[in-house]
């Protein structure tokens, strides 16, 4: 795990796992009928649990028996890689934050309008040309404007909002 991702790890956990000291906390298990996602611990979805542990030659089991050094591969490969490396300090925590919360596509779509990119949510050489001719501060203030506006159309804004936009 990379230096970076570890010490952007806790300010998205801050949101995802309200006691993250202990990953096995049931405190950082819901399952509220107003989130698509379902059963999820720490910030992490049952089926995206299943998909891990499937392509790591593991058995599915609960999401509550996720494990911190699971949840933190999960995190790492599945939102940090591979765009987050390649994004300045700042940028990198709210396109992960983002990737966590939306998807990884729907991210790429709001950094795509922030730069003024093709917005299709895939990251090709055009949007990677545009994230390295960025200037980090306008970057971040066009992404988290952007992001902003996102939130409010997601179907359960009214649910989840007031986290989201914290």
Known sequence: MTDMFLTCLPFTLAQECPHPEHW????????????????????????????????????????????EVEGQKIYEGN?????????????NLCFFDTAVNMGTTEAIKVLQHALGTANDGDWGPATQKAVNDSSPIPAIKAFSARRLVVYHMMSGFQYFGRDWTR
């Open 24 to 67: 096995a906390d049931p405190r950082n298990f819901s399952n509220d009928k107003h989130d698509p996602g379902g059963k999820t611990m720490c910030g992490i979805i049952q089926r995206e649990y299943d998909i891990w542990r499937k392509n790591n030659g593991l058995p599915t089991q609960d999401v509550r028996k996720l494990t």
């Open 79 to 91: 939102y940090w890689l591979p765009h987050c490396p390649t994004l300045s300090v700042g940028f």
